[in-house]
């Protein structure tokens, strides 16, 4: 038999590959630039603004203003005499004493400490923190009391005191220890975060070129913290200067030896000698505003220090 051959069935056209669908254009930059930042109306935000500009005018515009009105209202005569009298004269004294030796004392521990937390790790990091933070969650009279169990005459080192003719307690020491309390997280908060973003790098380099560890701090490590340093010096200072609550336990109110100058003021307010009380309070405001002018410059270079 005769084989019959069929045809060969045709090769099927090779079919391209799929092309890969493109990315989505991406949106042009100055649409990304045009977007608006927030959804909220226009006077949603300027009646927030305006209601945060009435809250300052409030709280603390028209008290400042009312306090330097008050101050000088019956004249320069009066305002002078009230501040230059011999108690004024002592509560300035007191105040500034009591401010030039907690300030450096907290300087002193607040780099130190925040050099230690901030450059090494060590067991009981975690709790020297927490007790950095602790004048911040005492209340200020509640550290006055403390300083009165413990250095009081009937306190745990009363009779130790007393038989060494030594005075804490309604004294100027006391009104250190507490004023040295208060303001002791200022510093060192202010320059644990700023020395913790900045790392160890450059000390490192400065060990292994030779420094030693003083030549490494004063070249290196203070010249990077000296803005937020003074920052801290600043509030501290503040702080100490107006602090009420836990030196008005451990003074005594004795006029004219253990009274500061927020001290001073509540006596002549509760004496009924409104002039003098608000000139004197004229001092403290004035320092106030200082403090915050400082507290503004500085806090533009800390700012610039930490983006750096």
């Not at 930059?29 to 500009?53: H, K, N, Q, S, Y």
């Not at 220890?177 to 320059?191: D, G, H, N």
């Not at 975060?193 to 560890?213: C, I, K, N, V």
Request: contains cysteine; aromatic residues 10%.
């Amino acid at each position: 038999m005769t084989a019959i051959s069929l045809p060969a069935a045709p090769h099927p056209a090779p079919q391209p590959a799929p092309r890969p669908a493109s990315p989505p254009a991406p949106t042009p930059w100055p649409a990304l630039r045009a977007a608006p930042v927030t959804t909220e109306p226009v006077w949603v935000r300027r009646l927030l603004i305006g209601l945060a500009l009435g809250f300052l005018a409030l709280f603390l515009f028209l008290p400042l203003a009312l306090v330097f009105q008050q101050a000088f209202s019956k004249g320069v005569e009066v305002w002078l005499a009230a501040v230059t009298e011999p108690d004024a004269q002592a509560a300035i004294v007191l105040t500034l004493t009591a401010a030039l030796i907690a300030v450096p004392l907290n300087l002193v521990f607040g780099v130190a400490a925040a050099w230690l937390i901030a450059k090494f790790d060590f067991r009981g990091k975690s709790l020297l923190l927490t007790l950095i933070d602790l004048p911040f969650s005492v209340s200020p009279v509640i550290a006055g009391l403390i300083y009165v169990l413990v250095f009081g005459l009937q306190g745990w080192f009363g009779e130790a005191l007393r038989d060494h003719d030594l005075k804490v307690i309604f004294a100027v020491p006391g009104i250190v220890l507490a004023t040295t309390f208060v303001t002791l997280p200022f510093i060192a908060r202010e320059l644990i975060p700023l020395m913790q973003a900045q790392g160890t790098d450059q000390e490192e380099a400065a060990r292994m070129l030779g420094a030693s560890g003083w030549q490494t701090f004063r070249r290196v490590t203070l010249p990077n913290i000296r803005w937020a340093l003074l920052y801290g010096v600043i509030l501290c200072n503040a702080r100490a200067f107006g602090e009420f609550g836990a030196v008005s336990v451990v003074s005594g109110h004795i006029r004219g030896q253990t009274n500061t100058l927020p001290l001073h003021i509540e006596i002549l307010y509760n004496e009924y000698q409104f002039a003098a009380a608000f000139a004197v309070a004229s001092l403290l405001a004035g320092l106030a505003l200082v403090t915050l002018a400082l507290k503004y410059i500085v806090e533009r270079r800390v700012h610039g220090a930490r983006h750096a």
